[in-house]
């Protein structure tokens, strides 16, 4: 436990901040005597943040001393959930799940992988080692809700779900943003601490940033430029901006011009598109989408960055296989200053996936009562509720939840999925909360506080703009009671497998190592698991499991072969991180479909326009479609209980704009019900230009009015209404099954007098 300096009886210590995919370094001081956080700053000696923090970093004061948090397992007794020992929980949850697998087979089973999961090292690392246990094909998580239509293309376009483009930021002289609020949100799939700044850094350079959303953002208020489009409507937009390219001879490939295959195709495609067509269908006019297409042609570093509204939408995977196509057409894709591919310092771990046996890695296996197709191993989150209660064989009868809250996250989930998973035989939550979701388990196995961990990025180097990592000690030892979560899942694997704890812990190892040599490894190729093994520092845990990856990757030591190569021991004498560098071209590593190209017209996803001009043709509804948004201080649905991020105004509000509001007879500050197929729920009105007529906008996260949730006292007196109650499971994005939880077509009625405070 390394401070990295003292001043009277205080130590200042280097630390990840936990809640978001930046990682911002920070600098936590605290009283190691009453093991008390005292502040929490951020590090300007870090090289990728910069010092850059916001303000959710302050809450990890609160998180550390929150008193509602569960630091010992919890198992249901009577009905209710009670501390118990950790030998009592294990041992029930390893018979009860036996029991299930033994009487309704392997796929009884299913898990939920919150994004929580992304953050908690020991988590990451060990959950592969309980899912291959377990051997259930019923593997769900939060990024079939944000991330399945991202993975549609990769998978499809490179044959490798890893092979994800990430905006080179700092370097592009024109950016535009696809359904991406940073301002807010900070940023996703683009870990690039302060990327506020970092787009202020563009305007300072003389560079544009562009914003297409159909409400005007806090990012569109910055921008130079922002197209309000009809939601849902992104697919026509950039066909017809892939239109003007080849119809004005603009497509360039530059040095991907042996590497891309199925141009032809693209353009016979794109050329059925005009900009006419794309204007009557989202509302952008015609000379705004041929600007748009030349200043994209013209500029020398341009790029297309798309995050949730272009995923989490009706036609995410043609949006998102046009986003990377048009940065292939203009020359920006893996080049500087356009979209590039991070190497990071160790192979990707979780979406390693890859084309194999003759295909990519989707639809190898389907969903049971709706025949929906996974990606990367993982089935679509809208299915579970179906998987659930939907009797006969095959039936799902139990859940692993791992750092999720899938009832406030996942569409219909205050509605059918509870009920779902009210009628389950077992529910298992590896949470520290108990939530909206976790109250339903039979047993919660909760991590240690997290400064009594050790930190390091596990999943965000293959999306960080720059080759980066960190290595950052426990800040406090365990306190009593407590177990590390790679000793939680080694202690239930064992008892699944009836092995030793010691020797689950080797099983994860290795299987870690076997996959990296399966994922292509040089070193894992070149040298054996044993030798490998024998040169590690750490005996045992999350370290080892880092220690191995940081030694076999690009620029480790390599178990002794390079000398001067990247070790733990070199990484605990450098609090502060290490940095090497900015991306790098590097587009044969990352393209692993058999012909060695990128596919510019994916058979996956071009099958997908016929249903794409279907909604073309038809008449637009006239209703209202209801999207969602962020909060700078709020993080999805767990931190609303924090004291610093818990005060002020209600956030969660209804935003519409006054000429919808004015033929409703709806006022500013006015309750209203509204209403989707799937559920209804009242909140009050905020009136706002900022958003386009026909849409409405409300955040994510809410809804913490479950009496049944004890405590969370702060959270609940600003409980807010859960969205996902709205969500319609029926609505996805096709190829991907990714979930459309925008564009949710709603009726928005007016309740009581304008009286309530917004
Ligand atoms: N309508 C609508 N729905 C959405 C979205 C939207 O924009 N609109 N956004 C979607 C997106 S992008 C996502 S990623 C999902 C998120 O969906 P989820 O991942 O299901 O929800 P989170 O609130 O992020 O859950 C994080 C969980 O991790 C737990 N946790 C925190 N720290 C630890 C720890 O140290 N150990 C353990 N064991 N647990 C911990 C928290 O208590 C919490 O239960 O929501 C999605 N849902
Ligand atoms: N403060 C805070 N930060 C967060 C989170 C949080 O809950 N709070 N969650 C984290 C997570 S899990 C994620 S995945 C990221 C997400 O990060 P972002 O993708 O930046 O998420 P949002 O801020 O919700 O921005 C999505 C934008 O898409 C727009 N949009 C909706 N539908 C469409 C459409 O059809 N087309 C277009 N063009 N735009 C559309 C919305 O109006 C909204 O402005 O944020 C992460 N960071
Ligand atoms: S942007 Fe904020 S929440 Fe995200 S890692 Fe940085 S300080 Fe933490
Ligand atoms: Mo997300």
Known sequence: MAALMTSLDSQVHCRICPFCEQNCATLVTVDPATRRVLTVRGDKDDPLSKGYICPKAYALKDLHHDPEMLTGPMMRRGGRLEPVTWDEALDFTAQRLSELQRDHGPNAIASYFGTGLTHVPGLALYAPLLLTTLGSNQVYSASSVDSHAHFMATASMFGGLASMPIPDIDNSDYFVLIGANPLQSNGSFLTAPGVPWRLRAIQARGGKVVVIDPRRTETAEMADWHLSIRPGADAILLLAIAHVLFERNLVDLGELADHASHLDELRTIALRFTPEIASAACGIPVEDIRRLAQEL???????????????????????????????AMTGNLDQPGGSMFPRGVFEA????????????????????VSHLPELGAQLPCAAMMEEMDTPGEGQVRGLITLCGNPVLSTPNGGGRLTRAVEGLDFVLSFDIFINETTRHADVILPSPRCLEHSDFMVVYPFFTVRDYIRWNAAV????????????????LVAR??????????????????????????????????????ACLSEQH??????????????????????????????LKSMPHGVDFGPMQPRIAEVIHLPDGKIDLAPDAIVRDLPRFERWLAEEKPAGLQLLGRRHMRSFNTWMHNLPSLAKGPNPCTLLMNPADAHVRQIADGQMVRIRSRTGSVEVPVELTDEIRSGVVSLPHGWGHDDPLVPGQQRAKARAGVNYNLLADETLLDVPSCNTNLNAIPVEVVPLAAPSVQT
């Open 541 to 570: 845990g999350q370290d080892q499991m880092f220690e191995l990856l940081v030694r076999s990757g690009p620029y480790g030591d390599h178990f002794g072969e390079n000398a001067a190569g990247l070790t733990l021991e070199k």
């Open 476 to 491: 406090f030892p365990a306190s009593a009671g407590s177990m590390h979560d790679g000793d939680i899942m080694c202690e």
């Open 349 to 368: 771990i979780l979406f390693s996936e890859r084309y194999r046996d003759g295909s990519i890695p989707y639809g190898r296996w389907h969903t049971r």
């Open 297 to 327: 042609a013209a500029a020398p570093r341009a790029c297309i960055y798309g995050r949730i509204g272009s995923s989490m939408q009706q036609f995410g995977s043609i949006t998102n296989w046009l986003i990377i196509a048009i940065n």
């Open 496 to 533: 699944l497998r009836g092995i030793t704890a010691r020797q689950a812990d080797d099983l994860a190892l290795e299987m870690l190592y076997d996959q990296l040599r399966d994922q292509g490894n040089p070193v894992a190729a070149r040298i054996s698991f044993a030798e490998a093994k």
